[in-house]
């Protein structure tokens, strides 16, 4: 794959469109992306990973805000990348999903996320030349053909040299997770998790299986009430043998008991019969004596009913007669009472029925002016109301008439508040970013007199170590050189008569040299040698940290632009004071507007309001003048008509109600002499009915008569004497009673008590044996159930059992020795594949020095193992961890794993070739010869026809590397712009 175009449109902090030609930057092969800090470098990354991904790399991706905040409203954020991949050359534009102004009216609107994919020569087999518009297509076509995911090829192209730094230390469990996304091992993970998930739902089933079991064993022994024994099989027959034994024993005394509680039952029987017939002798016996003792009152209760009966019709008569008279009593009071209403005793029955006609017929013709009375009075009550509402609608005009001349000059300055609110809100997010912004220089203003100090005490600490140095150096030639001086004593000690000289070749020996007494051993020069060593280390770590403390130094400086941190701070209390002031008045635009509408909403209904009550007026003025018209015309009639009463209602009810008096006399008097008439007839038919009945008087008639009760209980007791006398004698002519004696004594209780206590003796055996049989029944069927979960058991614990110990090794326990899952075993041969590869640039870098070391030994105290990744010396001929390395020798051992990690990537996944690669960061770890080295590997990249783009700050590199690519971060809040630079 090789870049070739990318044109990026408000995107991250570039609000206007940036042209970057790779084909232009990449002529050389290599070059140099630089700028201050924070200018936007690495956007310059994420808009190709976005462009072909629509994501981009790390944590910047979870904060989904892509568009540049200084971007005109109508400027879209786009970027648009063209490149070649596998012969075929495309672009692809892509817009994020981002909030923008709405172009019509205020408010905002999301704008969503668009993709193309356009194929700028021949498509590939399978596509349309028209191209790919859906998202999730392009994506899929990208992927395709780059034959990569996102992951990998933000790992492999654009290379993180700060990730690998810290992949490079990492622990297993870290290295584990990045190795992971790279060679897409999930289906080994699922296949981890398969065995665990099966072991797991294997277990789970076997559990239950032995939970069953355990829960027979448990519900036998409970109801044999014995304790489980550990010889299963045997327990179980033995227990069921027990039972069956238990069982016949109570089934035969069961028998027994209940033999002799039948023989007690027929003995009771028999004697409560005895008992029975002697009882009935002697109360029939009793009843016949009681019987003959009341036959004379029974003689005297029948005389009394014969006389009862024929007074009957007597006592009719006078009951009739006695209701006649109270009915003339009654008949006398009404017709006092009438002639008092009336006020007249002596006038006769037709002049009453005159006078009452008379009064009947004037209250009917003033009937007519009764119903005008009542409306006089319904038209007053209507006036009243008309005037007080008139009243009322005559102040409501008045107020609508205020409140409608006020409201128009309220909206007009409500609607001014409102848009002066939409204006400062506007202007918010600008003073947000001016605020972060300052914000960050006053912190880099506070920081720098710290930086400063440190500074110079790295530079003071530097002085000293290069001091060290150059003493341990000048130490070490200076051994050296002693030692050279003496090396012919050194070697005229070890010269023997007749060996050859191991400098000339001769045997013979004739001057030897003399040892001096200041003689340099190797030892001293190794020890010279270790001492110089070390104290070149210092100096190296020493440079680093001066390095490091100029760079902060100059990178504080560069932004603060000679702004003090008092100048920064009255900015930003002045854009403080700013941004508070346009924050209250986006907040109040919700309120003001909510204002307005209520306002624009009243001057509506106050003027829908007026004209109700302008017409409301009109109508009750017209209903009061007919109103008051129609009162005075009708009130010269009721004058005249109501006479000497209150009014015309008032005289005409005197009217009827002297109507209704007469009449009611007229009434009483014929109702009274017809009572006169009916009581002397019914006194003659009492008499009548005296004689008949054959008595002397009246009185005597009457004393006769007893009450219905009575004569009830006199003829119940007749009848009942009549019964019992034919009951008693029924009785004793019962032949099995004709030869029992009244006196005779039977003794049932203790029939009785020897029943009961056998019917106890006989219940308690049957329940004995009930329980019994329930037991050998519930053993017997729960050993069926439980030797049927026995057999299901063996196979499936055998079963599981296997599974374990599979599942244990797939996931690195158990028998697996190494401790290395399934997973981990296939990402060690994959890293043993990376360090094979980073080896071959390690070396070159480091001079033959270094090179990658694979382990696949467990961790400490048990900790799985397989990612293990040493360094092998070549100076010590010993391995050591990586974590030893200094910042430099990091750096490269970082810089060759990358790219090392990028070439297994590739081929791992079999995606097209990587023309174009960017490396991010770490050169400013390295010394000039370090440095020369990496460049000499990156000119092996670029030779083989790649493209390699540097990001980094280091000042060398711009010297180096002609054709640049810069960031320009503007000083106000118009954003950052690139710049080509070549030569």
Not at 109 to 121: D, G, R, V
Not at 349 to 377: D, I, K, N, T
Not at 628 to 636: G, K, N, Q, S
């Amino acid at each position: 794959m090789r870049l070739h175009r990318l044109d990026i449109t408000a995107f991250g902090p570039y609000p206007g469109r940036e042209e970057v030609d790779f084909d232009a930057l990449g002529g050389d092969g290599l070059f140099l992306l630089h700028g201050e800090t924070g200018a936007g470098k690495t956007t310059v990354l994420d808009a190709v990973a976005f462009a072909l991904f629509g994501r981009v790399p790390g944590a910047r991706d979870e904060a989904k805000r892509l568009r540049c905040d200084y971007a005109e409203r109508d400027t879209p954020t786009e970027v648009v990348l063209d490149f070649s991949v596998q012969g075929h050359r495309l672009r692809i534009t892509r817009s994020p999903e981002y909030v923008r102004p709405k172009r019509r009216g205020g408010g905002e609107t999301t704008q969503n996320a668009k993709a193309s994919l356009t194929w700028l020569s021949d498509a590939p087999p399978g596509h349309t030349s028209e191209g790919v518009t859906r998202i999730d297509e392009v994506a899929r076509t990208v992927q395709r053909l780059l034959g990569m995911s996102a992951e990998q090829f933000f790992q492999v192209v654009l290379l993180p040299q700060g990730d690998f730094a810290r992949f490079l230390r990492a622990d297993t469990s870290e290295r584990e997770k990045l190795l992971e996304r790279l060679f897409s091992t999930e289906r080994f993970r699922e296949v981890e998790l398969w065995f665990m998930e099966h072991r797991r739902e294997a277990g789970r089933k076997l559990e239950e299986r032995q939970q069953g079991a355990r829960m027979l064993v448990a519900r036998i022994a409970q109801a044999a009430g014995t304790e489980f024994s550990e010889d299963e099989e045997g327990w179980l027959d033995g227990l069921i043998s027990s039972c069956t034994a238990v069982v016949e024993q109570a089934a035969e005394k069961e028998r027994e008991t209940k033999r002799v509680h039948g023989l007690a039952d027929a003995e009771l029987v028999r004697r409560r019969e005895l008992a029975d017939r002697v009882r009935r002798v002697r109360v029939a016996t009793a009843e016949l004596s009681t019987v003959d003792e009341m036959r004379a009152e029974k003689r005297t209760w029948a005389l009394a009913l014969t006389a009862a009966r024929k007074a009957v019709p007597v006592r009719e008569a006078h009951v009739v007669l006695t209701g006649v008279e109270a009915e003339l009593l009654r008949a006398r009071a009404a017709v006092e009472r009438a002639a008092a209403r009336v006020g007249d005793e002596g006038s006769s029955v037709e002049q009453l029925r005159s006078r009452a006609a008379e009064a009947q017929e004037l209250a009917g013709q003033l009937a007519e002016l009764a119903a005008e009375a009542q409306q006089q009075h319904h038209d007053r009550v209507r006036l009243v109301q008309v005037e007080r509402e008139l009243e009322t609608f005559r102040r409501r005009v008045k107020e609508l008439d205020e409140i409608v001349s006020a409201l128009p000059e309220r909206i007009t300055g409500c609607r001014a508040a409102v848009d002066q609110a939409k204006a400062s809100a506007l202007r918010l997010d600008d003073l947000v970013g001016q605020r972060d912004q300052l914000r960050s220089l006053v912190r880099d203003a506070e920081a720098l007199p710290q930086a400063a100090s440190v500074h110079e005490r790295v530079a003071t600490a530097f002085r000293g170590a290069v001091d060290e140095h150059q003493n341990a150096r000048e130490l070490l030639l200076d051994l050296r050189q002693r030692r050279l001086h003496g090396i012919a004593a050194e070697l005229a000690e070890g010269l023997a008569e007749g060996q050859p000289c191991p400098v000339c070749g001769g045997e013979e020996h004739p001057s030897l040299a003399s040892r001096t007494a200041e003689r340099v051993t190797e030892s001293d020069e190794r020890r010279a040698e270790s001492v110089e060593q070390q104290a070149l280390r210092r100096r190296d770590m020493a440079s680093e940290a001066l390095r490091e403390a100029e760079r902060t130094v100059a990178a504080l400086r560069e932004r603060l632009d000679g702004r003090s941190a008092d100048e920064l701070k009255k900015l930003l209390g002045e854009v403080d004071a700013q941004h508070r002031t346009a924050n209250a008045a986006a907040a109040a635009v919700r309120t003001r507007t909510a204002e307005l509408h209520q306002l624009e909403a009243k001057l509506d209904q106050s003027r829908s309001e007026h004209g109700e009550a302008d017409r409301s007026v009109a109508v009750r003025t017209t209903e009061q003048a007919a109103l008051t018209e129609a009162i005075e015309r009708r009130a010269v009639r009721l004058e005249e008509a109501r006479g000497d009463h209150p009014d015309v209602s008032a005289r005409r009810a005197w009217l009827l109600d002297a109507a209704k008096a007469l009449t009611a006399l007229v009434d009483a008097r014929r109702a009274f002499a017809d009572s006169e008439d009916r009581a002397d007839r019914q006194r003659a038919a009492v008499l009548a009915a005296v004689a008949e009945a054959g008595f002397d008087n009246l009185d005597a008639a009457l004393d006769a008569v007893v009450k219905e009760a009575e004569r009830e209980r006199l003829e119940r007791g007749i009848r009942d004497l009549d019964r019992r006398e034919a009951a008693a004698r029924s009785v004793l002519a019962e032949p099995e009673l004709s030869d029992i004696d009244p006196g005779a004594s039977v003794d049932v209780a203790e029939a009785e008590a020897a029943a009961r206590e056998a019917s106890a003796v006989a219940s308690a055996a049957l329940s004995e044996v009930n329980a019994a049989r329930r037991r050998r029944d519930d053993v017997v069927g729960l050993g069926r159930e439980l030797r049927a979960a026995w057999a299901v058991l063996a196979p499936l614990e055998a079963e599981f059992a296997e599974l374990n110990a599979l599942t244990d090794v797939v996931n690195g326990r158990g028998q697996n020795t190494r401790k290395m899952s399934l997973r981990s075993y296939v990402l060690a041969a994959r890293l043993e594949e990376v360090a094979v590869a980073a080896t071959e640039r390690l070396q070159r870098m480091s001079q033959g020095r270094y090179s990658f070391v694979h382990s696949d030994a467990a961790g400490a105290r048990g900790t799985r193992g397989g990612l293990g990744l040493d360094v092998l010396d070549g100076y010590s001929g010993r391995t050591r961890p990586a974590k030893t390395l200094s910042g430099g020798e990091s750096f490269l051992a970082s810089l060759a794993l990358a790219l090392g990690l990028a070439d297994v990537v590739a081929a791992e996944t079999g995606g097209a070739l990587l023309d174009t690669l960017f490396v991010d960061e770490g050169f400013g770890t390295l010394d000039a010869d370090t440095l020369d080295l990496v460049m000499d590997t990156l000119d092996e990249l670029r030779a083989g026809g790649r493209v390699v783009g540097l990001v980094s700050h280091v000042e060398e590199l711009r010297q180096r590397i002609p054709t640049r690519l810069r960031v320009r971060k503007a000083r106000d809040t118009t954003g950052s712009s690139l710049e080509v630079v070549t030569g």
